[in-house]
């Protein structure tokens, strides 16, 4: 090989033997590391050989480094500089070919997704943004053409691999400073739409760094932005203010007084164009309006008047399809409260449900059925019921002719939302439904094989089975041959979605339609096991999802329904399920995937508890893998190969915190499921582990901090002998300068002084002091929620401890919760325990409290568990204290305690 890389005048030599290096790669072991990394300095002198006469037989010749990325074997790292220069030089080659820089650049991509610590080490980063951030200051390209072919759209391809795979402290500053300002400050008018873009794109990975440091810069940037005077910066700054809906919820929607009117002027300044800002425009604003939950309420009327509008007049098929998946956002948020403007609005859809098989036609139905399935989840059981069956029909009549794969998979999806709030609608057709999934997943449609020899045609996959059916073929070597040719096997996105959404559905179908579907739960986990190795991630994420979806819903029937699991089908399940979801949280290299087996492995065990884990292989099995991921050591944590290299380097990024939660997340169901006593020497080793060091960042002491709490709610008891410890670390936490890491250390401490009984009572006086300056003080509702409901906690535990007359009318003075309402309970079981002692002090506080309570029973945010404990305790109070009870309340308020006392009493 080395001889044959040093002929410099003969590129077809330099071509073959970088192909012929690269078919050994896959067979290289540790002790060839050596000999072949003294080969990668010629290999790279070759390809650029190669670049100057022939760009083609050049991308073939670098696929060496694709494949040698791959490999295990540390062989790679050595030459990350010489690799990364030849990357950025291609890139920035603009007498090159698009497709070959864009070649380079996705091996750039990847090098930073996999090489994550070693560019960090080799301090790269800022070579890297030197070359890409230019690479944004480009015109627009048309909506029809491909962005991922581009080099200039592909630079921000890039940008979002940094800002997903680096720590946000290290990346973001740098960026924002010496690259994104100066570009904002430019007289280019397209150097300040990439100074935009850039902001918006990092926006996903590093959200919580910007909103704790520069969410206002960055508002401040897009707001100037939408007044700019060159379009390209004006559809910018909309796209960056979509990404900032998107990501830095729920601090945004303190501006929607601001935002929306902005937005909804800016649609109809655009109505009648189908430019990228008027998609932009849409963007931010569903963004913006679907996660506002009740506080959209009050921009209903406008809101809805205008995409009414803007669905009956646009003349666009683009601007009326933006329209109405916006109304879909609005009503997501909105829920019921979407109800008195359903009418209306199902007047405008009902043209595009049942709209002509057009091209034009199908996109508009697509948008309306998808739409319709929001309606299904969102406005509830007694509101959708009624039309529940003809929803059902239309989507059957759609299936059987549509030969769209984006309109089936949203059909899939409607049937899905039905069953969600009227399963029985689906019950007289399911078996069909669930057919036409299948053949989904089956289904070769959308494929296309690619080969290695060009002179061999591509064909249609689907068409060549069709043709070839019942037929053989008359020359085996000429197939074989064929076979050896294929150089992989593409699928158009459309058909990839239409897998995972197919997927997602029959979860949801298994979720919800409980003893219905029990003949359909073998073959559908058979589905999901097929597809679990799929290349596309949402495909292997939607057959993670539906093994796991499938075993917990089998396991709801059998412990709920009374079905007697005569076949044994469930512990089969699990055996094939349990290792295979461990096996991928611990293997894959998609952090995304990682996080997805790891939350379904929490589902499994928190409805399965002690069932899951009771095989000691599982429970050694969680455990080893929940340590591993808390110290960063499964594959998608780690650079791909040795990483002795870059030992000294930590993976701190936004995204691996993430997955240090789901993890996390796992601990306190593992307590449930053990009970506290045996998950205590477990305990004990997990704890350095949590608790972080000095220095961390605010999203990892927010973690420990609810992970911690949670873990001491789920021990009860026996935490006691933590008692201490964890008092230190949650009065640290209620010190620190971050709201989100006080209210969990609140919440932290109020459940390890209910958990741990009288053991801290001494040190109550202390807590109260600390507790009280928060409610002189107000600030954050979310940690007020939390301090009352620490009070409550130490009002239930040890009530003689406390100086009840003074802290229990400060106490009341700050109902009702606002934020947090899961410490309802917690708050109306204290107050309740009160009353049936007959505290003076809590008896004396009834005319404020008497009303109070009334109107929880009619708030929809307060559950039903805490809505019976108030009937409960008005229920007791109107029998010994009626002439207070009607001296306190307004005739209103009468009649709803009346209501609620009937419900009680059965009358």
Not at 158 to 175: E, G, Q
Not at 403 to 412: K, V
Not at 428 to 447: A, Y
Not at 572 to 599: G, M, N, Q, T, Y
Request: overall charge negative; some cysteine; aromatic content about 6%.
């Amino acid at each position: 090989y080395s001889n044959c890389l040093n002929h410099h005048t003969q590129p077809q030599v330099l071509h073959l033997t970088c192909v012929a290096m690269s078919s050994l790669v896959p067979y290289l072991g540790s002790d060839h590391a050596q000999k072949f990394g003294l080969l990668l300095p010629q290999a790279i002198n070759a390809v650029k050989i190669l670049l100057g006469v022939d760009e083609e037989k050049a991308c073939t010749s670098f696929e060496l480094f694709d494949a040698l990325l791959e490999c295990e074997v540390a062989i790679i790292v050595p030459h990350l500089t010489s690799l990364l220069t030849l990357c950025l030089e291609v890139t920035k080659h603009t007498q090159l070919e698009d497709g070959t820089r864009v070649k380079f650049m996705t091996f750039l991509s990847w090098l930073v997704s996999t090489k994550k610590k070693a560019l960090q080490k080799l301090q790269l980063i800022t070579t890297i943004l030197d070359v890409i951030l230019p690479l944004m200051a480009c015109p627009d390209i048309d909506e029809d053409d491909d962005a991922s072919q581009n080099p200039g759209s592909f630079a921000g391809s890039v940008l979002d691999t940094l800002a997903l795979h680096l720590p946000s402290d290290k990346l973001v500053p740098i960026l924002y400073q010496n690259y994104i300002l100066p570009l904002m400050s430019s007289a280019n008018g397209l150097e300040r739409k990439a100074g935009l873009n850039a902001l918006a794109i990092v926006a996903e990975g590093t959200c919580e760094y910007m909103l704790e440091h520069m969410m206002q810069e960055c508002l401040k940037l897009a707001g100037n932005g939408l007044s700019d005077d060159a379009p390209e910066v004006r559809n910018a700054a909309l796209y960056a203010l979509g990404q900032f809906a998107e990501h830095f919820q729920p601090n945004i929607i303190k501006y929607s007084d601001e935002i929306l009117p902005i937005l909804c002027q800016k649609i109809a300044e655009e109505m009648s164009t189908q430019s990228g800002a008027l998609t932009r425009t849409y963007y931010a604003l569903e963004s913006f309006c679907e996660n506002m939950g009740e506080k959209i309420v009050p921009y209903l009327p406008d809101l809805v008047e205008k995409l009414v509008v803007m669905i009956a007049n646009s003349p666009t098929t683009h601007g009326k399809e933006l329209a109405i998946s916006a109304l879909g956002a609005v009503s997501n948020a909105a829920e019921e409260a979407i109800v008195p403007f359903l009418a209306q609005i199902l007047e405008h859809l009902k043209v595009y449900l049942t709209a002509p098989d057009t091209e034009d036609g199908i996109r508009l139905k697509t948008q309306a059925i998808d739409t319709l399935s929001v309606f299904a989840r969102k406005v509830g059981k007694g509101t959708f019921a009624p039309m529940a069956s003809e929803c059902v029909q239309l989507g059957i009549s759609n299936l059987t002719s549509a030969d769209d794969p984006d309109l089936r998979r949203c059909i899939y999806s409607l049937f899905a939302a039905i069953s969600s709030s009227c399963p029985e609608a689906l019950y007289p057709c399911l078996q069909p439904i669930v057919k036409r999934m299948f053949e989904c997943l089956d289904s070769t449609e959308g494929m296309t094989t690619e080969y290695k020899d060009q002179t061999i045609p591509r064909f249609d996959l689907d068409d060549s089975v069709e043709e070839g059916k019942g037929e053989e073929s008359d020359d085996e070597d000429e197939v074989l041959g064929d076979y050896e040719n294929i150089e992989g096997i593409s699928v158009e996105n459309g058909y990839l979605e239409e897998k995972g959404d197919a997927l997602g559905s029959l979860c949801e179908l298994a979720d919800n339609m409980s003893t219905h579907f029990i003949p359909y739960y073998e073959e559908t986990f058979s589905y999901g096991l097929k597809l679990v190795d799929y290349t596309a991630p949402q495909v292997r994420r939607g057959s993670i999802l539906c093994m796991t979806h499938v075993c917990v819903a089998l396991h709801k029937v059998i412990k709920e329904c009374n079905f007697q699991d005569e076949t044994a089908m469930l512990p089969k399940l699990l055996a094939v399920c349990v290792p295979l979801v461990f096996d991928v949280a611990r293997s894959d290299k998609d952090r995304e995937i990682v996080c997805c087996a790891l939350e379904c492995i929490n589902d499994m065990l928190k409805e399965m508890k002690g069932g899951l884990i009771a095989d000691e292989e599982y429970l050694d099995s969680l455990i080893e893998l929940v340590k591993d991921v808390l110290q960063h050591k499964t594959a998608c944590q780690k650079d791909s190969e040795d990483d002795t290299f870059c030992e000294d380097v930590e993976d701190d990024s936004e995204l691996t915190t993430v997955l240090v939660d789901f993890a996390g997340s796992i601990l306190p169901s593992l307590a449930i499921a053990m009970g506290g006593q045996k998950f205590t020497p477990y305990f004990k080793n997990f704890l350095p582990l949590i608790i972080p060091k000095e220095g961390r960042k605010r999203n990892e002491r927010s973690l420990a901090a609810g992970t911690l709490a949670e873990i001491c709610q789920a021990m009860k008891d026996s935490i006691i002998p933590f008692a201490d410890n964890m008092y230190t670390v949650f009065m640290r936490g209620i010190k620190d300068n971050s709201d989100e890491v006080i209210s969990n250390s609140v919440f932290g401490l109020g459940v390890l002084i209910e958990s741990s009984g009288p053991t801290l009572a001494p040190k109550y006086p202390e807590i109260l002091g600390i507790l009280s300056t928060f409610l002189k003080q107000g600030g954050d509702r979310r940690t007020i929620d939390n301090v009352l409901g620490a009070v409550a906690r130490m009002i239930q535990s040890n009530p003689d401890s406390l100086p009840l007359d003074t802290i229990f009318p400060t106490f009341v003075k700050w109902l009702p919760l606002q934020e947090d309402f899961e410490e309802n309970i917690t708050v109306y079981k204290a107050i309740y325990g009160l009353l049936s002692s007959n505290s003076q002090v809590a008896i004396q506080q009834l005319p404020t409290l008497i009303p109070l309570m009334i109107s929880q029973l009619t708030n929809k945010k307060v559950d039903d568990e805490t809505k019976a404990k108030i009937t409960e305790i008005l229920q007791g109070v109107t029998s010994q204290y009626q002439d207070l009870t009607l001296k306190s309340i307004t005739p209103d308020q009468a009649e709803i305690l009346k209501q609620a006392l009937a419900h009680v009493n059965g009358s």
